[in-house]
RNA sequence: GGGAUCGUAGUUCAGUUUGGUUAGAACGCCGGCCUGUCAAGCCGGAGGUCGCCGGUUCGAGCCCGGUCGGUCCCGCCA
């Protein structure tokens, strides 16, 4: 190119007027006065407003005519003050223009499929397409500009910490347990396949063996399960594992590094120690494993009040060992219709199996509407008296199985805050669940598995119940949940030989399957496994909090949609027959 | 695997309730006018397999069945 940049289109202002500069940009918006043309041109620094002037340059003015938006041209000119009352406080070039004495176009744009000035002219789908396109909008690039600082700001810190970072294969050997494995095909062994790391997690506990007592990855992981707004089939964690730890350390440099990626990127203050909560607790009060503690509405015992109410429902689910909980929304019962409580039921049947979704009004200190004809008169006093119920106020009651109870009236409490709006914004609440139990009973396979994973190490408080009652051994499991997602979870290991053999026995897995799919790792334990443990953070979710948007398609560059398909690449895609054939493929029907 | 919802010019949408002449608007695009705009303005023009397949009907963008794709949720995600 013959007009190479010596400024970027964000930089100039007073300061460089009767400089001669040349800008390389895309043209953002053109203004033709039939006369004087105007063009914004924009890179990724920003937009300088670049004047042709007829009278000056008319061979030039007339070339300008036909360029149009996402051209990329380059011009040398000399930075003006732009005349009195042409100023445009709204942009920060906006007290100077270009007047051009130069024009190279570098290339034209076809008419485009939606405006990168706006974002919503265009639908998700169209936007996944043409998605080189979207990335130029000023949303999209500064994410990314977010992003790129993260991993800055990640690898700055821990490298200072004395952390080393590695790379783990990406191609491994596939793991049963856990989310579904991408699997690649191996065209040297016939039949066999490699899988795609659904995390490094084996790797890591290699290299604490190796002697790298500080390790840390960002790394691409790969799970393939069905997507929501906040999962993609490929995402970035924040890898770590240390040696000679115990929970306190892990949780210790967790919070330095989230305290430091806030501090970073949006100059936000996060608590010097974040609150725990143990699993159980944050269950019983939130209805939820990653509890959203931005705002208070917390579930209520209500047990010991139900069993004296006439209400049969309450009274037959305590009987079979159910539960009944309460959450109390106030000063909205006037907005809870009829209808809108249908819908509430409605839903809460759909999603969570529930049977039905009770309820009572406050009309001043009585009880109404709902279910309060159940409740006599000394109950109902009793009830406004302890939880201190007023006028306007409205209780959900939920009664069934203990899990379902709490599931639902958690996701109930989300979506009574959504509704009302109690969620405040700009607000970011930090919290460690604690406690998470080791195992869980898995009803189809009817056995117990991992509910972090397999390597996890036991409390050792519970060790003895290991065989005794598996169900009540907590795990050295934590998770960091920040408003809501969880954005960081991880475990002290199992470290010996032995123990990991137990936890094996007890996920039903025998000593012959263990040696198929871990030996590896159990022969590793044997040459002196020192103890360890680790988190990793969800990158993508972390970002997704720093800009402030609840769609992890905003903070991936080229995501994948809910069918975990590429719209501008197409991929997955077909393969020749051919190559199948190298790999020893054969598609059925 | 299940549920909900959306699909109409290049794009964003209206039209579907109640089937009926030539399917509209805005932005974008093309042409013309216009010398200080910054979402420039004014005038004109081109642009449609109403996602696809089938059915009902004299007649379907509209009703029915299926299918494909996007999004959100449940299951799933150690």
Avoid at 180 to 198: N, W
Avoid at 257 to 270: M, P, Q, S, T
Avoid at 400 to 410: A, H, K
Wanted: glycine share 6%.
């Amino acid at each position: 190119m013959r007009l190479k940049r010596t400024v970027t289109c964000g930089q100039l202002t007073t300061a460089n007027i009767n400089q001669e500069v040349i800008l390389n940009g895309w043209i953002a918006t053109s203004r033709d006065h039939g006369g004087v043309i105007f063009l914004d041109l924009r890179d990724r620094y920003g937009k300088t407003q670049v004047t042709f002037n007829p009278d000056q340059t008319p061979e030039l003015a007339v070339e300008a005519k036909r360029l149009g938006m996402e051209d990329v041209i380059a011009v040398r000119g000399m930075v003006r003050a732009r005349p009195d009352g042409n100023i445009n406080s709204t942009m920060p070039t906006g007290e100077i223009e270009l007047i051009v004495s130069e024009l190279e176009v570098l290339n034209e744009a076809q008419p485009l499929p939606f405006l990168v000035s706006d974002r919503e002219s265009g639908s998700e789908d169209l936007r996944l397409e043409y998605r080189y396109l979207e990335l130029r909008t000023e949303e999209l690039q500064k994410i990314m500009a977010m992003r790129s600082k993260t991993y800055e700001s990640t690898r700055r810190r821990l490298s200072a910490e004395g952390f080393m970072e590695f790379e783990t294969p990406v191609l491994m050997k596939s793991t049963p347990e856990g989310a579904r494995d991408y699997l690649v095909p191996s065209r040297i062994h016939k039949g066999r396949f490699y899988a795609l790391p659904q995390s490094p997690q084996t790797y890591k506990q290699l290299l604490m063996i190796a002697g790298f007592d500080k390790y840390f990855q960002i790394v691409k992981c790969f799970r393939d399960e069905d997507l929501r707004a906040d999962r993609q089939p490929e995402f970035t964690q924040i890898d770590i594992e240390m040696s000679f730890v115990d929970q306190d350390d892990v949780i210790g440099l967790a919070t330095r590094i989230a305290r430091g990626i806030f501090k970073d990127i949006l100059d936000y203050e996060l608590p010097e120690t974040f609150p725990t909560m143990s699993y159980k607790n944050a269950m019983e009060t939130y209805g939820s494993d990653k509890p959203d503690i931005r705002f208070e509405m917390e579930l209520i015992e209500f047990a010991r009040y139900a069993e004296k109410t006439d209400f049969a429902v309450f009274k037959d689910n305590l009987a079979a060992g159910g539960r009944v909980k309460a959450l109390v929304l106030k000063k909205a019962a006037d907005k809870y219709s009829r209808k809108v409580t249908d819908d509430l039921t409605a839903w809460l049947k759909t999603y969570y199996g529930l049977k039905g979704l009770a309820f009572v009004k406050l009309e001043q200190s009585d009880f109404s509407a709902g279910i309060s004809k159940f409740f006599p008169d000394d109950l109902q006093k009793k009830i406004v008296s302890d939880l201190g119920l007023e006028h306007n106020d409205i209780v959900f009651f939920v009664s069934d199985t203990g899990p379902r109870t709490l599931q639902s009236l958690g996701a109930l409490r989300l979506e009574l805050a959504k509704r009302e709006n109690l969620i405040p914004k700009d607000i970011i609440s930090p919290l460690f669940v604690l406690d998470f139990p080791l195992l869980d009973w898995d009803e189809d396979s009817q056995r117990y598995i991992a509910m972090h994973h397999p390597f996890t190490s036991p409390n050792p408080e519970d060790i003895e119940l290991m065989e005794s009652d598996p169900g009540k051994v907590r795990a050295r499991a934590y998770d960091l949940v920040i408003n809501g997602y969880e954005v960081a979870g991880g475990s002290i290991r199992i470290h010996t030989r032995e123990m990991q053999s137990r936890m094996f026995e007890l996920i039903g897995m025998d000593e012959a399957e263990a040696q198929a799919r871990f030996g590896f790792l159990l022969k590793a334990f044997k040459y002196g496994a020192p103890p360890h443990g680790g988190i990793a953070f969800g990158f993508d979710r972390l970002i997704m909090l720093l800009a402030g948007t609840e769609n992890i398609r905003d903070v991936i560059a080229f995501p994948k949609t809910t069918s975990a398909a590429s719209l501008m690449d197409e991929a997955p895609s077909w393969v020749d027959e051919h190559q199948l054939k190298e790999l020893h493929i054969k598609l059925l029907d």
